[in-house]
């Protein structure tokens, strides 16, 4: 196995940190003394419109940083990702989520294999599946047509699709709903199919491993209130429930026509495959076309990133500029903020991608990390976080890069008298950005007339660091393209750090633990007894307070 290159032992680290430790951000001034900074930082990547000029870095950290990607090997380990090479070294796996989005005319031979046709198959039984329950020619066991779609999985198999699921409200087929059951709290389950009618409800059964506690556990509840309600009529189970699986021997067994299940590879992780048929929930409200841009926009962006060149490629510099904060400003958190309600799933989305990814200690040689990695992600949609937490971005202590996203035309063009208020929000998106990277000194405060001793508690010291990205319109295609450019910034902090971005081993010993716990917590005395005296004190309590 090759090591990964110790970013912190290049000449690129080196200079950075020479640089920093001179470094006196001023945002104000870098935009008084240039004129073309904010044209010059500025770049587009499909129809995204990416402004980096907020952003506490000049030409020179720029340069630097883009010789640190050249240094640890961005470009290669990035071809061979896209070329199918097994760079998911713990699990040896290919990681070709970019493959999903792949026009059906392209090739890639991976180890003898075109993946192409493969993918493309599939995408055919999810188109043809969509189309059938849009157009009411699948029904339900009594030969209703179907109402509403219920996905059932976590983590990847439930994040993504009701994350796309959300932002493309405006195009789902009426009199069609989708829900989404992801906990294995009974709540979830019982909230999600309460008000509905089970001759009308389909399920679909997502799970990557199809081994998932949670997943097949709401499956099977899901599976008993289905027969319930339609009186075990014969059949049911095949005309109410398909699955989407890496594992198909499993969905069987689970009693799924195989016929009404689609498959993925293991080449896909579970967080990079809502492209994949995972999304099969957002196909069938938004059809088969709309989906087809959803994955033609993630295909641009891959595009870009394999084509631009360095100083002008998005994800590239957006990556590197996440490693300047984190390992040269000790940056803990980054804040994601989408002016677009549509996009309130996205931060959660996020979380999954960037923190499953990338929350990791050792590099992919086993070896441990040089520097911090996986800053923590978290967001709301703009307006409301303003009047939450903006209050520690603008005048806390700490360094929080935040991503500003709007597009310029709302699905609801709604005006309040003579005030259109998608500009009123959009004012708010233009105006949070600047009061971050220019403040308000003390001299404007007392030109308000602020009584001196209040002037410091009104301060705002400007020089937080924004990234705006704004694209036409939130279509299918700018869903995809959005989330393609998060993928690659992933993967370039990952790279960078020497990790392997695409396993998640971290999340085992919790679910190996809690197997471990059950029979404690049903009353298994010996069980008990041999949990930690927390645990052991914890189970207790519960088992002495539960009623029923
Ligand atoms: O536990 C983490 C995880 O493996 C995620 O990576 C994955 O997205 C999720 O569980 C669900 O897994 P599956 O699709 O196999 O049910």
Sequence with gaps: MTSPVDATTTAAWSALTELKAGFTPDLRGWFDADPGRAERYTLDAGDLHVDLSKNLVDDEVLARLLELAEQVGVAERRAAMFAGERINVTENRSVLHTALRRPRSDSLVVEGTDVVPQ?????DKVYAFAEA????????????????????????????????????????????????????????????????????????????????????TNARLARAWLLDGVGNAEGAVAKHFVAVSTALDKVADFGIDPDNAFGFWDWVGGRYSVDSAIGVAVAVAIGPENFADFLAGFHAVDEHFTTAEPARNVP????????????????????????????????????????????????????????????????????????????????????????????ANPAHPLTDGDADVHELFLANFFAQTAALAFGKTADQVRAEGTAEE???????????????????????????????????????????????????????????????????????????????????????????????
């Design 133 to 216: 329950v849009r157009s009411g020619s699948w029904t339900g066991v009594t030969g209703k047509r179907i109402a509403t779609v219920v996905n059932i999985g976590i983590g990847g198999s439930d994040l993504g699709p009701v994350m796309v699921y959300e932002a493309l409200k405006p195009y789902v087929q009426d009199g069609l709903e989708c829900r989404f059951v992801s906990n294995i709290d009974p709540t979830d389950v019982a909230e999600a199919t309460k008000d509905l009618d089970p001759e009308t409800t389909l399920f679909i059964v997502a799970s990557k491993t199809f081994t998932t506690l949670e997943t097949l």
């Design 119 to 123: 993918v493309h198959e599939v995408l």
């Design 454 to 548: 209040i002037v410091p508690a009104r301060v705002f010291t400007g020089n937080r660091p924004t990234t705006s990205i704004m694209a036409p319109a939130l279509t299918p295609s700018v869903v995809g393209q959005l989330i393609a450019l998060y993928e690659h910034i992933t993967f370039v902090q990952g790279v960078v750090w020497g990790i392997d971005s695409f396993d998640q081993w971290g999340v085992e010993l919790g679910k190996q633990l809690a197997q471990q716990v059950t029979p404690a917590v049903g009353g298994d005395e010996e069980a008990l007894s041999a949990q930690d005296p927390s645990t052991q004190a914890l189970i207790r309590y519960y088992r002495e307070h539960r009623t029923r």
């Design 316 to 407: 590239l510099l957006m990556g590197l500029l996440n490693v300047w904060y984190d390992n040269f400003f000790g940056a803990q958190t980054h804040a994601v903020l989408p002016y677009a309600q549509y996009l309130h799933r996205f931060p959660a989305y996020l979380q999954q991608l960037t923190m499953e990814s990338n929350g990791k200690g050792v590099r992919y040689d086993g070896s441990p990390v040089t520097t911090d990695t996986g800053e923590v992600f978290w967001g709301e949609p703009g307006t409301n976080g303003q009047h939450a937490f903006y209050q520690l971005i603008h005048q806390g202590t700490r360094v929080i890069p935040a991503d500003f996203i709007a597009v």
